[in-house]
């Protein structure tokens, strides 16, 4: 669940990002995936050094192994996008490929037919999260549309979406439930979207900032627990009770990620920009400058 509302935020900034004529695509396009690379290669480096100081550490359930030790198992991984290093990047591939592919269609302008084309045949083809993402480029649709806003802004047809949204959520782990967590997600956004307290809520300078290093704290956070986390609580557990250094373990880890990612966040958004700097006779004509930042 918390997946798919990630991937309706997604697709609903990427659409955004789409829809301004100013910016230019081909630059948007080359970025983001430069920068969900040099994340990968942030995250696995930080990886690869906890459990090279530490022998000890496991990453219990997932495929990361002493063999892809050292640059090589590491350049291997981001070429990859993260899916070859373990199941806690199984998502970067389809986030990828949908913040591109967002951005094309809402540039060409299909509309929300066509949109909802696009979703049908994702789910048919069972790219959910993908589809998923489509979702929030149609819920960018539905709330720039006069004749929603003013549907929606009833407030019973908001409580009925947000019934609706909570009755179609299931636990089942199949595709069915993953594109159905998509729907209610989309559904409790649009809900909440045009109440005056979310209006308020998003414009919080906290919230921002939560969104720009959101994918940060993401590629940090299993990590941070796996490696680090095993270290600290293999120390702790030696003077404090066990639940007690479990929940330590857990809160020094996580509020760790933070500091962390507002660093790399600068690092990898220096470097995104400096390697992806378009020679301005390959620049979209009309456009002085690309003006796409890659957390955008």
């Not at 697709?11 to 100013?22: E, H, V």
């Not at 480096?45 to 359930?61: E, Q």
């Not at 005056?196 to 919230?207: D, E, I, N, S, Y």
Request: glycine content about 8%; proline content about 3%.
């Amino acid at each position: 669940m918390c997946v798919a509302l990630f991937c309706v935020f997604l697709g609903y900034f990427c659409a955004m990002t789409g829809r301004d004529k100013t910016r230019d695509c081909a630059a948007y396009i080359l970025r983001r995936y430069v920068y969900f690379a040099l994340w990968m290669l942030a995250a696995l480096c930080i990886i690869s050094a906890i459990v090279h100081l530490d022998r000890h550490t496991r990453l219990t359930g997932y495929t990361y192994k002493p063999i892809i030790y050292g640059p090589i198992g590491i350049l291997n991984d981001v070429v990859k996008l993260g899916t070859g290093i373990s199941g806690m990047y199984w998502c970067m591939q389809p986030f990828a490929i949908a913040s591109v592919a967002v951005v094309v269609v809402n540039r060409r302008d299909v509309g929300l037919i066509g949109q909802l084309l696009i979703a049908w045949l994702l789910y048919l083809g069972r790219a959910i999260w993908i589809m998923n993402c489509f979702f929030g480029s149609i819920l960018y649709a539905l709330v720039r549309d006069e004749r929603t806003k003013k549907f929606v802004g009833r407030w019973y047809v908001r409580l009925a979406l947000i019934v609706v949204a909570f009755f179609i959520i299931k636990r089942d782990e199949n595709f069915v439930t993953y594109a159905l967590d998509g729907v209610a997600m989309t559904l409790l956004v649009l809900a909440v979207y045009h109440g005056p307290w979310m209006q308020a809520v998003l414009g919080l300078r906290p919230m921002a900032a939560l969104g720009r290093y959101s994918l940060g704290v993401y590629m940090l956070h299993e990590p941070m627990f796996l490696s680090l986390g095993s270290i600290l609580y293999r120390q702790l557990t030696a003077v404090i009770e066990v639940k007690w250094a479990s929940l330590l373990t857990g809160a020094m880890c996580f509020f760790l990620c933070f500091p962390l990612a507002w660093a790399l966040e600068r690092v990898v958004g220096w470097l995104t920009v400096e390697l992806t700097e378009i020679p301005k006779f390959l620049r979209v004509r009309g456009t002085e400058k690309d003006g796409v930042g890659p957390t955008q």
